[in-house]
């Protein structure tokens, strides 16, 4: 029987959220930016970036963005809109974080892998200050996958390529590093 584009994207999720065994989910977006009500200077801001990103100047492109704002703002819808309008492979993380350890490093490097096997990426990080802030004796993981994770958008052949999306209600949990100018 005849191959479709329908059979082809469903296969590909599945390939791709099975080499991360169930860490990401691969979201294809249903909706653009002529979903999206109000939010004209949001829209337009990322359309600037989409344009970038279509047209291959990367070096307009910012290496991550933080959406923040109260639950049922709509961060989510927007981010989904903004992967339809760039054409990037829209990612989203899931609770990568276990209680053993090793194991929450080892799940943050299959995921920054993929990403980088992928190329043209949005990599959605939702409820960011809870994903990456552990509790207080975790031994080190939170620290060690927040220094990964800038390690990893400070390398500057991501730019352009990979767009890190941080989502939060509470942008004062975030790392300081992480907040920086350059980064996002």
Known sequence: SPIDFATVAERKKAIIEQECHGLVELVAPRHDFSHVGGMERVKHDLLKVSDAVKK???HRVPMG???VGPMGTGKTFVAEAFAAESG???????NFREKWVGSTESNLEKILDLVDALGYVLLIL???DRSLSGSEGDSGTSSRVIARLKEFMSDTSHRGKVVILMMTNRPDK???DLKRPGRF
């Open 126 to 128: 939702d409820e960011a």
């Open 56 to 58: 291959g100047h990367r």
């Open 65 to 67: 963005m933080i959406f």
């Open 174 to 176: 975030l790392d300081t």
């Open 88 to 94: 990037l492979t829209c990612l989203k993380f899931k």
